[in-house]
């Protein structure tokens, strides 16, 4: 038999939050060991301790709270937007052949235009640049959670359907009682895919909306400016924030989820 590495052991049996903080650790390490040993400038390749300089002066000047607040209130009404019409629109494909005929040519080949060829546009149409941006982001979460919620509600079982209509249930009931809960852990899944994009989506409107507001802009200044430290800066708050929203869909998942923990399946919930 194969003797397991005691690492990869400890690790197992540790919980999830000390493996993260290890790996978290290796990684400054890791980074730090390349930049002595490559003898890299600070505006090529900062490291650990420079980017966290970065990050306590930025702090202290108040730049990176307010530009990410800026953010932040353009990332959640893109996300909230995206949901609002994706849903209903892939409950409409769903139930109608000849809405899908009809709609669902033009939402696939819209795909094929990136989503920075259309930013520009949203710009010239939109005066404001606040709610530009905001369209941005809903886009880029939109078609995600459509595909992810039409699986959801295509996956449902014809038996349950069934089992529905015997019971006389309206056309409501069925969606309340059987398709919203059945569908719900596919749904989930792309607003978690989703809520990260959606701060893809809120940047790349800062960078083609030129306002002086935002992480985008900051990112961009300091590029500019030759402060790789600051561009880690950014980089690593826009991480933390899709983090945070990720971790707030799975704590909503687990809330909306939790008849799962009665059976491997929606029918005992139906």
């Known amino acids: 038999m194969t003797r397991r590495n005691p690492i990869l052991k400890w690790l197992d049996e540790r919980p999830a939050w000390a493996v993260i ?28 301790l420079d980017v966290a300089e970065a990050f306590v002066r930025l702090l202290q000047d ?22 609002a019409v994706a849903l209903p629109l892939a409950y409409l494909l769903t139930k109608s052949p000849l809405a899908e005929r009809l709609i669902s040519p033009y939402l696939i080949a819209s795909q094929a235009i990136p989503i920075i060829a259309i930013a520009p546009l949203l710009t010239i149409w939109v005066q404001s640049w606040y709610w ?13 959670l459509l595909v992810n919620s039409i699986a959801g509600l295509r996956a449902v079982p014809r038996e349950f359907y069934d089992l529905m209509l015997s019971l006389r249930a309206t056309k409501m009931q069925i969606f309340r009682k059987m398709e919203m809960p059945a569908s ?6 792309g607003l978690k895919v989703g809520a990260t994009l959606a701060v893809i989506g809120a940047l790349v409107g800062e960078f083609v909306q030129p306002k002086s507001q935002g992480l985008g802009f900051l990112l961009v200044t300091a590029r500019f400016q030759f402060k790789t430290d600051e561009v880690f800066v950014v980089l690593l708050t826009l991480g933390a924030m899709a983090l945070a929203l990720y971790g707030l869909v799975t704590l909503a998942e687990r809330r909306l989820l939790r008849w799962r923990r009665f059976g491997h399946s929606g029918a005992r919930q139906l």
């Open 132 to 144: 530009s941006r905001v369209l941005v982001a809903a886009l880029v979460v939109f078609f995600p």
């Open 21 to 48: 903080a290890v790996s978290f650790v290796a990684l400054l390490v890791l980074w730090h060991a390349i930049v002595v040993i490559g003898d890299y400038p600070t505006f090529i390749l900062p490291g650990p």
């Open 184 to 189: 719900m852990p596919t749904v989930l899944a």
């Open 62 to 83: 108040g730049r990176l709270v307010r530009h990410s607040l800026v953010t932040l209130s353009e990332v959640i009404p893109g996300l909230i937007l995206g949901v």
